[in-house]
């Protein structure tokens, strides 16, 4: 047995040393969610895991278990959860996960959270559950600070250009498109039905949302551009840029406050 | 007494012959939070409520009393919740009253309510609301349709040039700056203090939330990027041209929904 | 621009320096509710706003921004929930508002808060927010202390005569009649249909509750009893004595408690 | 073994007969709740179940088993939750178990249910449960009626003239009083201590509510009132009184209700 | 007038009086059930008062106000919810009761909570409630504890084998059958229909749930096992020992965490 | 790219085909539990997903992404939630997504859903989650059938006998115990650290529970007995035996439904 990251594989001694030793935590959140006839449903759940993973790896960090189901998907930006197979949660419980969750680790004795969101939709109720617990330990007098993002917002516009060329349809209609599927095709090509990609036009979405949605608005595929250029390599590199620009952004914050924190004994806390 | 589209000043029975006749209803959302120095507290609920009033007499409308209080305040796109007079709402709090207003107004016989948000936290939140409320609405077999919108997406590009001349912050810091002191000089000089503006730069803020905030990440203005470039005129091209822009497309979208429901008699649900 | 008490108008640069000059801070809540065809919806949300302002300008203190929509119309003090026009809260939301108002000003500073409310229905509700709020305060070490009070019961007996000359009709069926019509006359007369007003029999209501409501025993003017007797002067009377009433009771109430922790410094809560 | 109105005391079988029969449930709510040092803490319970007992016998309905526990004290009507052996629910709490009940009533084919209350502070919470109930039965179709009454208001002047002479402190002083205690005398006496009763000077209470509460505005007895002057024979008229009047105009209610749907086939919904 | 040491009888000076005396309360949780045509729909009820009276002679205890509505009934356990004359509450509310009853008691005082159940079903939800209610203890620095048990697990083999006599159809089909039926002969013979039982094969119910319920696995009596072999004797010798055990166990443990406390004052906390 | 049943790796056509001709869909539910220093945190995840993965390969099922955080883990069934590594959710939330995703599964025209449980803490909350859901579907006209189990209801006795030779310690303190190891051994060798294991005595716990948990009952392993007589071999055994009565029982119990609505057509609902 190998050394890991995954707090799923971890056991619980292990864990309790690696959190003694100052070790974040960084949670994978994703979504089960239809991602066209090319992509598996938990596309978003293994992309915020491999993503989560390179940041641990950096950082010395621990991947906790993912968030597998997330917010509804809309139809602006997942197609829209009156689809089949989308399969999701109310906000509140959404709230209730990454509150929960922040309060666990904190009671275990981890100092430093990280949320790494690969499900546009649930930022803003990851947002409000982070906030919640961390106002609460505050109040308990406990140091507990987390950190949270897409990991899409470190792809940075060099990046873009090199792969689309010019023709970047915008993160709006990326849903299924060439960056989730290339960093399929990278990571995980077995699970990819290339040759079931539809290469349509990318949807022509309002400046508003309505409800219920209007399903004629999310193209057939379910997908809301096309993923006909995506390419392994083109997934290789999106993960190298996108791990770096984490590694650098999100080490360094961590360093920084560990720096403040240097002098407090992390360890479980009796409650 | 002359004749308003606020339902706050309408009598109950002019605004029952109103929905019998199939206005839509308009709900001003904004917040109490700080802009600063030189704008009050409210600037996100009047800023709402006027884009709502003149969308309500393009499309023969209803502004419903605004939602005053809204969700917390972020730092990267409110200077964050810890700063006083800011005064928030949790999230399970703004999804209710979202929900909630959407059910009470469909029972009084409205078939189309448009949120026009002015708080930029607000809007996943009640878009939640609005989910929940809608499809409740579907199982029970009643059609009511709901749109939901932010109102600076309907300000083009060409307005920016033409008002920032190359020297446009980017969405994400205009928070007190020229875009909002502009459209509050217009519409509320009375209550700008311009002579009050701190002319600092915009705020450098970083790619990932992090809670608890760093005070020390916004301006002590409490702005995310300076207003010294504000002005009346400036305020006036703002709001015909978002004006307009969503007279076009929602009003569009009103008519739509309107012509294949215009079978169907409006009037007050017996419950 | 002048100096004044609203909340919503003030910065929060100018909030914050009479937050931290002992300021109490006092909430009007009201109701989008029915008034008869005479009255606006929103009568409910201005007669506490109006009260509230008297108040703060005598006891040196900030009106927040109202809180607008309220709890439940009941048929035996305002008509019923069953109408068009009034526009609701559940009971959950109203008590959320209340609470977290409570935690947020006492997050800021503020060390005294009074809700004052204008719609019968909301009281309890109220209460239990600002209760579950005190109480989570004190339990942190919080000195903060909360007032709340229904306008209504500070209008006394001799004024009541005087006005009414014997043909009071009860508090209980005051919804829509002489005291709201009579304040609104002399506060806001452009928003009062004087014309308007339906001279019918007081409601005949029974010594219980009954849902669903029976639509038949709240008259069709939606007012309790009749307005027709409703003057200007009759409204100023009772605006100078229950202002004065407030501020006498409250005030004495506010300097009592103010002694108390005069040695404490007021200022905004790290958290 | 003979025949009860207690819902408690019968087995499924005679219950389900009764209810196919059309025998509206009557549900006792009560509190534990200090009452002084002469009564014991479950007074508002026993007194909530005899008015009901007897409501039952004469409407031949069937008396639901009580809820115990209630809303908490407050200070104006009970001496205020800061006191040991008052042992209150949360609001959400008790609105919860007021709906719940309402829809389980209505599962097993009950089409008329009472809520008969003995603690002040319940009212509006249980006015909110049973609109939330009702409100959801009317969207599924089912036509269950629901009623909700404190029973002092069926306590007449002339009552209070008899038993009083003249020296009523006011219903919201009544707390421990003459009218409880005279109750409790006539129909608990083994549960009084009448030697106990501390004959204090009425409670002087503000117009508002203050929280946390002032423990000194409470006398040292717990009681608003002094129960001094109560007796068996008060109690007896009290509650002969008072059962006459529900009996007239529930039992009125009541059959007008049932006439209306007698041509419906009452029966276990089979859900 | 004799002494008691049920809560519901006490007034709330001897209450406070026991409390201070370091009482430890015992909270009886029934249900509101069907339990065949031979037993009252309170019989949880009153088996879980019964053994919490006789625990609290044994440790110098208090015995609360029963809890009386409890959680659904399952079909495996006590034959469905959807049987009418069951009348349950939600999960949620179960909890919230469990959790505010611990927190009640704590600010009265009290030191040490024993929930003593009386229905299957129900002790997860308790559970749930009092892990609530004591995390929020320990972090406000307050040394609470509490107990859950269900009776029947101090019902031990022998009692057990000289009862049935090697027919003992298992703890999951008891429902209804000999044990409660033979308590219920001997605490409260008034209230059994011994003549009704009805003497059917136990249930057949598989090793799964089924949600909605099939009625049929349910036997017509709404029992799961046959009460036929039930006697008042039967029922006394299960009182005598259960009870002897619960004294034991639960009296040793108590006095085990009084030690421990014993240089604490205890008292009714100022929150 | 191989057939599979797991709906995280299907994409949305492929899983809408399958629902579309009827196919059952398994929710495996685990929990983050520490199970010793010998198996990995996420071993319930592992085990419940193992036992979907066989069931839905003999009823032609669709195994759902797994529930990966659960309930608390209580110290009489997984050693107390105390103990880090152990990272869990409140009651709430766990019937929160059992409820939303059954409804989820509804809206995708799924017409049966099976949970399988893996962690002994989940079933009840599980349960309030189906059953609420499942309530909801038949109001709303929706025939959707749930089936909730723990696999180790499938262990048969003479499988007990053949592992544990007469030492089969109970269910109740088989925690990280020979059962879990066995089947980890045959399933996930590479997950388990053997040679960490540790042999201590199986934990004497109490027939109540106590909150605060007594860290000292959990023995120091975490574990409730030993796992040092584990083997593949058992494992293998264990996994065959359980796979095929779930097969046989639950196979059984979903053709019986199958064929009762066989005559309506399976497919998405519009909502």
Redesign the interface.
């Known amino acids: 047995?190998t050394s890991t990251v995954l707090?799923?594989?971890?056991?619980?001694?292990?864990?309790?040393e690696m959190?003694g030793r100052g070790a974040p935590v960084i949670v994978p959140v994703g979504a089960?969610e239809?991602?066209?006839?090319?992509?598996?449903?938990?596309t978003d759940?293994l992309l915020a895991k491999a993503m989560s993973r390179r940041l641990a790896e950096d950082v010395d960090g621990i991947v906790?278990?993912?968030?597998?189901?997330g917010?509804?998907s809309?139809q602006r930006s997942g197609g829209g959860?009156?689809?089949?197979?989308?399969?999701?949660?109310?906000?509140?419980?959404v709230?209730?996960?990454a509150r929960?969750?922040t309060l666990?680790?904190a009671?275990?004795?981890v100092r430093q959270v990280v949320f790494l969101n690969g499900h546009f939709?649930n930022?803003?109720?990851l947002?409000?559950g982070?906030?919640?617990a961390?106002?609460e330990l505050?109040?308990?007098g406990l140091k507990v600070?987390?950190?949270?993002?897409s990991y899409w917002?470190?792809v940075d516009d060099a990046t873009i250009e090199e792969i689309y060329r010019g023709s970047f349809p915008g993160w709006d209609v990326e849903h299924g498109g060439v960056l989730e599927t290339s960093l399929m095709l990278h990571l995980h090509p077995?699970?990819?039905?290339a040759e079931?990609v539809m290469d349509l036009p990318a949807a022509q979405l309002?400046?508003?949302?309505?409800?219920?949605a209007r399903p004629e608005l999310t193209p057939v595929s379910?997908c809301l551009s096309s993923a006909a250029a995506a390419s392994e390599s083109a997934g290789r590199l999106l993960l190298e840029r996108t791990s770096a620009a984490l590694a650098d952004?999100?080490g360094a914050?961590l360093r920084t406050q560990h720096m403040v924190t240097a002098h407090a004994t992390p360890g479980?806390n009796t409650?």
């Not at 799923?8 to 864990?15: G, I, K, N």
């Not at 906790?64 to 189901?69: E, L, Q, T, W």
């Open positions: 047995m707090m799923e594989e971890l056991d619980a001694f292990t864990y309790r959190v089960i239809q991602h066209g006839p090319h992509l598996p449903l938990q759940v906790a278990a993912p968030v597998v189901y917010y509804k809309q959860n009156h689809l089949a197979g989308t399969t999701s949660l109310d906000a509140t419980t709230i209730a996960i929960t969750l666990e680790f009671r275990h004795g939709e930022y803003q109720f947002y409000e982070v906030e919640l961390t106002t505050v109040q308990r600070s987390a950190i949270l993002l917002d470190f077995e699970l990819v039905h079931r309002p400046r508003f949302d309505r409800l219920p379910g952004t999100i914050e479980p409650l």
